[in-house]
């Protein structure tokens, strides 16, 4: 059967070009861990992991280990980091993928120094600290007793620290420089008590292009990877290309007269003689419901509005202003089509939520077509 025409189109050599932007902001020396979690944030997993495996990416990182496992079975090579934690019970499955797992409890360090000793193993470990994200990671003044504990655990190597901002994305840096100042001192208690990991790593796609003595030794650049921006403003800082554009066809033209109620919950009536487009694309695609009333879509080159509800499966758009539109033609959701641009940013600000939603949300069923 054919592809579905309602297709996301990835741009493996923009890709490229932003792993090298981003690489270029680094010093030299200073590794990359390229995250490719979440389906590489929409974008196919395996298909970036290929690419930014080959463009030298020392690590990758994933949220999950059966994320890590998947990539494993496709013949990635590089570490995976499984940035989200383990379950003690998962210890066996992060031996059987060679995957490194992030450690930030005592449960889970001793399972791991466990199935190290029935493997005649050392597993590297990856331990986080949490110096204001409040999400996971050991708190700056449980680090001590933490570290003490791992002395007992000969069969568990710290080859890194971590940490993670809560807002370097912010114009304002005074908490992400309260963050790295805590992370230094973490580090300095950490290299008092004997350890010497080979990482050091806090800083994220912002913080790469934003926030000065943020590099350490490892750096985690995630969404700028695939050519979207933390915020607005950082379009001025660092030059990236679009990685994914998401496109579809007209299924079906009608006309309909003024007064004409379109989809579920009449809530669109047309003001004149209109041009409806039937679009295959719905939610269950990704194309958020709360774009009713204020998204668009470009066809013929024209910015043209998304009418009524958007359903699971369809949606409509207005097309009157259209010349010669026709059935099949192409239709736009995220990307350029002649001089118009609809960016992710875009359709993520009016469905009030971000970029990183957008992309993720786009559902499996819609194919991934990869271009160069």
């Known amino acids: ?21 981003l690489r270029s902001r680094i010093p ?37 280990p059966e994320e890590g496992a998947w990539l494993r079975d496709a013949g990635m090579k590089r570490p995976i980091a499984v940035l989200g934690g383990i379950f003690p019970d998962q210890a066996g499955g992060v031996f059987d993928f060679d995957l490194t797992p992030v450690v930030f409890d005592m449960r ?30 050991l708190l700056p003044d449980e680090a001590g007793r ?14 890194a620290v971590l940490s993670h901002f809560a807002e370097s994305e912010s114009e304002d840096k005074g908490f992400s420089e309260s963050q790295l100042s805590g992370f230094k001192r973490s580090l300095e208690e950490i290299r008092g008590m004997g350890f010497d990991p080979l990482f050091t790593e806090i800083a994220n796609s912002a913080a790469i292009v934003d926030l000065e003595g943020s590099h350490h030794s490892l750096v985690r650049p995630g969404i700028m990877l695939y050519g979207s921006y933390p915020a607005e403003r950082l379009r001025e800082r660092l030059e990236l290309k679009p990685v994914l554009q998401l496109k579809t066809r007209i299924l079906h033209l009608k006309g309909v007269p003024p007064g004409f109620s ?30 009713e009333g204020k998204g668009e879509a470009l066809a013929g080159g024209k910015r043209v509005p ?5 359903c699971m499966d369809l949606a409509m758009a207005d097309v009157t202003d259209v010349p010669d539109v026709k059935a ?45």
């Open 1 to 21: 059967m054919e592809k579905r025409p309602t297709s996301a189109f990835i741009d493996r050599e923009a890709l490229r070009f932003n792993y090298r932007q």
């Open 28 to 64: 030299a020396g200073t590794a990359m861990m390229a995250v490719v979690k979440a389906n590489a944030y929409g974008h196919g997993d395996i298909e970036a992991a290929r690419v930014l495996e080959a463009m030298g990416s020392e690590f990758l990182g994933v949220a999950i």
């Open 108 to 137: 889970t360090a001793r399972s791991l120094d466990t199935e190290a000793r029935k493997r005649g193993a050392v597993k590297k470990i990856h331990v986080k600290i949490d110096t204001g994200m409040g999400r996971l990671g």
């Open 146 to 159: 933490f570290f003490a504990g791992l002395k007992e655990l000969p069969n568990l190597d710290v080859e």
């Open 262 to 291: 379109v989809s579920y919950g009449r809530r669109f009536a047309t003001k004149r003689h209109s041009t409806i487009a039937t679009l295959p694309i719905g939610y269950a695609d990704g194309l958020p419901r709360r774009l």
């Open 306 to 310: 998304l009418v009524g509800a958007i």
């Open 328 to 372: 099949g033609d192409e239709v736009v959701i995220i990307g350029s089509q002649g001089a118009e641009t609809i960016t992710a940013e875009e359709v993520a600000g009016k469905a009030g939520t971000i970029s990183y939603e957008i992309f993720c949300g786009i559902s499996q069923r819609v194919p991934r077509v990869y271009l160069s």
